[in-house]
């Protein structure tokens, strides 16, 4: 709104009129195709609203509303003076408003000379330092004027416009019209700032179907603005999104409080002047403008902490409206305290390293998005236990059962079990107790086993049970140990003959450089699975 004319656009201007028949039929159409009501994307609530149903004739409230007078636009080369009278700007009955009720914002040709450069009045309203806002989703119910030389705009700058100037403050244009014929259907939404302003502009046109105007109903003019990001919508219909990407090395003006303008402009450089043709006076009806936050995500459940070698592996259900997670830790119940040990977890599993065998810590997380972080969730503990020295034997998926030490050093699965009898005829050695055969960790995971002395030779034995398919080719999977393949297209089901039927594998492998072994479950059809394994 605030800049020169924008040079090199050029409408596509309407073809001939058809009939009045096809012309009804046309609009029975486009209204069962545009919504009359666009509803804000999930997960967003009613910050601030004016609907505009102040008692008939008087203005809208001056706590929500600033009107500035004068020569406002001279900038532009506008015509008109703004004003604060109640003529210009005031609330009417109009039966087509959601309420009944409307805003009408007038511009008027006071010299009576219609189609003469002259002296003319609107109103130009602002929130700005009653209504500074940022991030959201806004939507204003408009019906525009019309006529050559008329500039109606619902449109933002930011609130630092005092300290910075234009265009460096921001502008964020949701709606911007200028009334002439090849104009009546198209609406124009733009973003200005330093490096790319006026007629460099990051802007799109949307247009209404042919034979439809936003002179003759109200319409829904939206945007969706984030951190880097803004879009926008008519009447529910995206047809333009930017990034802080699109403006390359200059700064990105819209990470900042911006507030509301809404005004009918008269002449200037980007419409022309009112001519002959033009029709005085004109009215923007502005049914309302509603301003939609996202909401803070609920708190996280179900935290559930498992020891591990020195070691404690978190796992939580999600929390609706999560962008992340933080982990909150201590060594007393109910100290975790509001700053996390680790931010921007996007998974629901985290596994804390490093901790001191036989100490109890105590944790909690918190959901996070771009409006904040949620209350922390149930408090969960857990108590790590020394690495191995000897031989390590994990109930994949399950608890401790001595020898064999719950489920640990793993990342990535999900844990199930079964109460069926798993048959061990086929098991040589040490052969596992049935609640370790009865448990698996399974999908794409890794067990990272520590604790070894790099270059150290050992035997890692894997034991498996098919516990849920009934026929092979149902599961298969790969298994690398330390990046070497150890298994290939392995399916437990084809290789015990069964169902509920456990089998074992072993490999040597050599401790890495960091004393650890590495064990790599990946996916070929359906789930890898594990059910124990040993490394000694």
Known sequence: MNRPMKAGRRPVTSSALPSVFYLLVLYAIIALQIPSNAAPPPGYSLAWSDEFNAPVGTQP?????????????????????????????????????????????????????????????????????????????????????????????????GSNIGSVGWPACGEMDIMENIGNNSWLGQNESSLHGTGYSGANSLHAFYNLPTGQYFKDGYHLFQEQWDNNTVSYFVDGNLFETHTSADVGTNPWAF????????????????????NRTTVFPQNMLVDYVRYYVNTVPPAPGALVANAGALSTSLTWASSPKAASYNIYRSTTPGGEGTTPIVTGIASTSFTDTGLTAGTTYYYRVAAVNTIGTSAQSNEASATPYPVPTGPVSINSGGFAVSPWVADTDYSGGSSASTATAIATTSLTGTIPPQSVLQTNRWGAMTYTLPGFTPGSVHTVTLYFAEEYWTASGKRVFNVAINGSSVLSNFDIYAAAGGSNKAIQRAFSATANASGAIVIVFTNVTDNAQVNGIVAN
């Open 255 to 274: 990470n900042h409080a911006c507030f509301f303008i809404m005004n009918i402009a008269v002449g200037g450089s980007f419409p022309g002047n009112p």
């Open 61 to 157: 409230s001056s706590a929500d509303w600033n009107w500035e007078v004068g020569d406002v636009g001279a900038s532009n080369n506008e015509l008109e003076t703004y004003v604060n009278d109640i003529a210009h700007s005031h609330v009417i009955a109009d039966v087509n408003a959601t309420d009944g009720y409307a805003l009408q914002i007038q511009a008027t040709d006071d010299n009576g000379k219609t189609g003469v450069a002259g002296k003319y009045s609107s109103a130009r309203m602002t929130t700005q330092g009653k209504h500074d806002l940022q991030y959201g989703f806004i939507e204003a119910r408009i019906r525009l004027p019309y006529g050559q030389g008329i500039w109606p705009a619902f449109w933002m700058l």
